[in-house]
């Protein structure tokens, strides 16, 4: 069961300035780039409001390790940065 009472609906602006900053133009949340039905709002909000989404590896490795930022990043190409300094990628 997904713990919807600790979800925060809007995601940490201060944390998203800073990545917007580190990466102009080649960050943006993961959130505003999908659509959901209403009735799993929460369930979405849970699974990606402290995700950046990147438009290159640098920007994600920047955004990612940043302690002003540090959440998981996925670039366009599908690799995943965490904050614990691990990342994984998709075989193509």
């Known amino acids: 069961m997904c713990p919807y009472s600790r979800v925060t609906l809007n995601p ?4 998203l300035q800073n990545a917007r900053h580190l990466a102009p133009g080649k960050v943006r949340p993961a959130l505003s ?13 849970f699974l990606f409001n402290d995700m950046l989404i990147c438009d290159d590896a640098a920007s994600a490795q920047a ?3 940043a ?3 540090g959440v998981r990043s996925v670039t366009l190409d599908g690799d995943v940065y965490e904050p614990s300094r691990t990342m994984s990628g998709v075989l193509m």
């Open 12 to 15: 940490d602006l201060q944390k």
């Open 33 to 45: 780039l999908i659509s959901y039905p209403d009735e799993v709002a929460e369930a979405i909000t």
């Open 63 to 65: 955004v990612t390790l």
């Open 67 to 69: 302690r002003s930022v």
